[in-house]
């Protein structure tokens, strides 16, 4: 929960804003290189939370199905990669391709 707290602060910090300002002015003012940057942020951070929220919704099944089992199946080298394993593909799906 804590990572996909701090994604959507980072998003709502270095994304919307400028999601703002282009709405407003209909125009892009901060030229090409930033608006690579924003880009892949955006996708990287939007990513990230979707994937924390399946990491939740799959921690929550666990609970469900297998509460007598849960801390054996979820331990905290899996939590650990887990999160490893959001923000890698999150990088490599947004920075990667620009």
Do not use: H
């Not at 929960?1 to 209909?26: K, M, N, Q």
């Not at 080298?77 to 620009?98: K, T, Y």
């Amino acid at each position: 929960i804590v990572s996909l707290a701090i994604t959507d602060l980072l998003l709502g910090l270095l994304v919307l804003p400028f999601s703002a300002l282009y709405e407003l002015t209909r125009k892009w003012l901060l030229g090409s290189i930033f608006c690579n940057i924003y880009i892949s942020l955006d996708v990287m951070l939007c990513t990230a939370s979707i994937l924390n929220l399946f990491m939740i919704s799959l921690d929550r099944y666990f609970a469900v199905t297998t509460p007598l089992r849960y801390c054996q199946v979820v331990t905290r080298s899996r939590v650990a990669m887990g999160l490893v394993v959001i923000w890698s593909v999150s990088l490599m799906v947004s920075f990667l391709p620009i």
